[in-house]
């Protein structure tokens, strides 16, 4: 049974960071390309941003490129977003996706509230 499940978030002041991971489990975590999206209240659902299976290549909106760095340990089973520069737009609930066999897999969430 493929699950995934982010932690990090929190309550931040703008200009800080967070470093959100989700934790990935029944499947090959290392053969596929992880994505993390983000959903603000009243809003769709966004891509944040992409990596390759090996890590060696990645992909960003550009409302993050700059700010956030995606990574993972395939040893661990876990990709990571590190945010930076945090803004009050970037409050919304971040989730990780991983596409097998044409479905979509989401985590449950984990909430960034960006506020003074």
């Known amino acids: 049974q493929v699950q995934l499940v982010e932690s990090g978030g929190g309550l931040v002041q703008p200009g800080g960071s967070l470093r959100l991971s989700c934790a990935a489990s029944?499947?090959?975590?290392?053969?596929?390309?992880m994505k993390w999206y983000r959903q603000a209240p009243g809003k769709e659902r966004e891509l944040v941003a992409g990596?390759?299976?090996?890590?060696?290549?990645?992909d960003y909106a550009d409302s993050v490129k700059g700010r956030f760095t995606i990574s993972r340990d395939n040893a661990k089973n876990t990709v990571y977003l590190q945010m930076n520069s945090l803004k009050t737009e970037d409050t919304a609930v971040y989730y990780c996706?991983?596409?097998?066999?044409?479905?979509?897999?989401w985590g449950q969430g984990t909430q960034v509230t960006v506020s003074s």
């Open positions: 996706k991983v596409r097998l066999m044409l479905n979509n897999n």
């Open positions: 990596i390759t299976s090996s890590g060696g290549s990645t």
């Open positions: 029944g499947f090959t975590f290392s053969r596929y390309y």
